[in-house]
């Protein structure tokens, strides 16, 4: 069975250009996430959708980021426009809902230069 | 404020020594689970336990949580070069059963 597949692995930017991550949940799973990892840090929830709805987006910074999950299986998560700041990995897992653990993708790591 | 404190932040040990990592909060989770992360990867789950007291083993693994469901630890025997790695806790509460916050993590290296 195929994991959680994200692309692209790697992305180097300009600051003030957008850029898009996309990522693939394990089929079944409902549950989908959006993390940020810091270097030397745990991962920071972003957004999680119960299929295709945004059930909490708390933490997503709006002024910038956006993500969707159109027919509640594949998310896209979009930056417009990037910021140094936003230089991190940016992970998405999946899961079969509450009380069950993630499985993660390898995760996109960007680089705003 | 972290949520949930790890520690030690970095731990450098001999192959065959045993050592123990903690995770320690001041509220209550209605689960938890231990993840071990490589470079360039995700994490990846190790276990999860939502029991206060339980104990879980998984081979030379062995994770506790505490009796308040505020803290856990997990005690690896004769540790290996392959049990390196970036090892978080994460803890889902009931008023948001449905997300996980994690911890820093602790970064374990074992040395051959």
Redesign the interface.
Known sequence: EAG?VQSPRYKIIEKKQPVAFWCNPISGHN?LYW?RQNL??????LI?Y?NEEA??DSQLPKDRFSAERLKGVDSTLKIQPAELGDSAVY?C?SSL???????????T?LTVV | TQLLEQSPQFLSIQEGENLTVYCNSSSVFSSLQWYRQEPGEGPVLLVTVVTGGEVKKLKRLTFQFGDARKDSSLHITAAQPGDTGLYLCAGSQNTNAGKSTFGDGTTLTVKP
């Open positions: 959680v549950t993390y030397g840090q745990g991962p920071e929830l999680r119960e059930v909490d992970l897992a809902g509450q009380g069950h653990g993630y499985t993660f993708g390898s995760g790591r």
